[in-house]
């Protein structure tokens, strides 16, 4: 049969058709040019927010709107923004309100994920207070201002118990869902290989509940944002500094709509601005590496 | 229902079995009471020895080799292994966190390899399966018959005296599978290991194995074995290989119709 005549240069021959198949079979990926990640990815955005601001002019210049206390114009707003950043107060209020933001945050990561991990691997604790925690998701953390306030006071304390309790259910929950969809694969995996107990959490379960924690952490920020604004606007009170919770609602007892403005759009762009340059870079890269970012 | 998974063995049965699985049973409970999926198998795996366990969908084939692995309890009986075995699944089961060399990296680390050492034998087991420049490459990079070998390379890290095989190739096209197969064949007789080959494919079992061992299905029985003395180096085309492969394919067959009769 065949197979005699290749005994002799069999090796050589095995190793020479894995070198071919590993070539047709390997996948070449370069880098998107420059030109068009512009075109796809910065250029539509910008076309939107310019849309968005056209209309808003249009809705003043053609007095389809004509009271400028209910609409101001673009370019109102715009004088605010410059007068604030030109009296040195700009950075203030973003620094009151995002060092508060983030420090909370660190602390909500550091009783979410163990209280997650608690919550995915222990029977009895998952039993116990695993649809509490997914309830707290849906209840809006301005609910919590109020007793926060009662207990704590009006100080920052309050601030950071509010952004606690929004916050920690969300990195929790995104912590267990990760846990629960790790592939039973990894882990049999794994224990064949001898990860068991605390090592198999180590060095298979959180690695691979990576993505879900990143997700969950990413949501965990923006309740973070949200609750602080929330405790932000209902307490306001001069000794705590000027935040852009207590912008907007300065603006608001002055009856000044363009500070409203100012303050809105503050509070949308930082919590933009947060989550494009830390998490959003933080899950591309988590998701990149293993493969599951599909590129679009 | 006595249970001993010898681990590391040092006794001389340790030495005359890679693993010996006698008079095993194992039922899970079901709507219609207990259901029987295997039903007292005992099988010997001689030290590097390549056994291939072929069955139809039912035999129970993947169960045992988890029982074997120790991922699983038998309801009966008693496995032996020499040591931990490693397995292989039909997917890699390389951990996607870890690059290439990383996820072999792992499976030394976990056997206790110091760390100054890890680096040099993962890029060993690399070259033994023939990916040299993979060391740095994420599992997605790889191609199925690179993670494979990948996967490969990383159950040999083990350095276990058995290897355990659950169909690792049954998800690859044809061209690669078959060299594969000539790349297992020239690992296991490299290594000297004992490897259990779980298969449904009639070719493949005779084409790898010393021994071919045919279970029934529900509930899985050793119905036959066959030894396999065609020498290497074998081709899925082989004269040989093909008339075996029908023998035992008749025999596959009547397994199979005997379940349509009743």
């Not at chain 2, 890890?118 to 060391?135: F, I, N, P, S």
């Not at chain 2, 025999?251 to 199979?256: A, F, M, V, Y």
Request: charged residues 20%.
């Amino acid at each position: 049969m065949a197979s005699t005549d290749t005994t002799a240069k069999d090796g050589s021959d095995l190793a020479g058709l894995e070198a071919g198949l590993d070539a047709l079979e390997t996948v070449q990926t370069g880098r998107r040019p420059l030109r068009q990640t512009l075109v796809e990815k910065v250029l539509p955005p910008v076309v939107a927010v310019a849309l968005v601001l056209g209309v808003w002019q249009a809705l003043v210049s053609f007095r389809i709107v004509d009271d400028p206390t209910k609409l101001p114009s673009p370019g109102a707003v715009w004088d605010v923004v410059r007068q604030a950043w030109l009296q040195g107060e700009l950075l203030g209020y973003i620094w009151t309100s995002v060092s508060r933001g983030l420090l909370g945050f660190f602390f909500a990561l550091l009783i979410g994920t163990p209280l997650g991990l608690l919550v995915a691997r222990v029977k009895f604790v998952r039993a116990a207070i695993g649809p509490i925690l997914s309830g707290l998701q849906s209840l809006p953390s301005v609910a919590w201002v109020p007793p926060a306030v009662i207990w704590l006071g009006l100080n920052n304390q309050m601030m950071y118990a509010v952004i606690l309790l929004g916050a920690v259910p969300s990195i929790a929950n995104g912590l267990v869902s990760g846990v629960d969809q790790v592939p039973p694969l990894f882990l049999r995996a794994g224990r064949t290989l001898g990860a068991t107990g605390l090592k198999g959490t180590w060095h298979i379960v959180l690695p691979a509940a990576l993505p879900g924690y990143v997700a969950g952490l990413k949501q965990g920020w923006a309740f973070s944002w949200r609750s602080l604004m929330a405790a932000e606007i209902i307490a306001s009170f001069p000794d705590l500094g000027v935040g852009l919770g207590q912008l907007l609602e300065n603006g608001r007892n002055a009856s000044d709509m363009a500070m409203v403005f100012e303050a809105i759009l503050l509070i949308l762009t930082v919590g933009i601005a947060i989550d494009l340059l830390i998490f959003s870079p933080l899950e591309r890269w988590v998701l990149r590496s293993r493969g599951l970012l599909v590129k679009g | 229902m006595a249970t001993t998974l010898a681990k590391a063995a040092d006794g001389t049965e340790a030495a005359t079995h890679a693993a010996r699985i006698e008079h095993v049973s194992k039922w899970y409970p079901g709507p219609a009471g207990q259901q029987l999926v295997l039903d007292d198998i005992s099988l010997d795996v001689a030290p590097g020895e390549f056994v291939t366990l072929l069955g139809a969908s039912g035999c129970g084939k993947s169960t045992l080799l988890n029982l074997v692995a120790g991922l699983d309890r038998p309801s009966g009986g008693t496995i032996t292994t020499d040591g931990r075995p490693a397995l292989m699944f039909q997917e890699h089961a390389l951990f996607p966190w870890l690059t290439a060399g990383k996820n072999i990296e792992l499976a030394l680390k976990l056997r206790g390899v110091a760390k100054g050492e890890r680096r040099g034998r993962a890029e060993e087991l690399l070259e033994l399966v023939r990916l040299k420049g993979a060391y740095g490459k994420r599992v997605h990079e790889l191609s199925g018959g690179m993670r494979q070998r990948v996967a490969m390379a990383r159950a040999l890290a083990q350095e276990s005296k058995l290897l355990l095989m659950d169909e690792p190739f049954a998800a690859l096209d044809a061209i690669t599978r078959d060299v594969l197969h000539d790349e297992l064949t020239r690992i296991w007789r490299e290594t000297q290991l004992s490897v259990l080959f779980v298969t449904h494919n009639v070719r493949e079992a005779v084409r790898l194995a010393q021994r071919v061992v045919l279970l029934s299905s529900r509930p899985g029985r050793v119905a036959r074995q066959w030894t396999v003395d065609i020498p290497h180096p074998r081709r899925i085309e082989d004269t040989a290989v093909a008339e075996l492969s029908v023998e035992i394919t008749e025999q596959l067959r009547g397994e199979i119709r005997r379940h349509g009769q009743h």
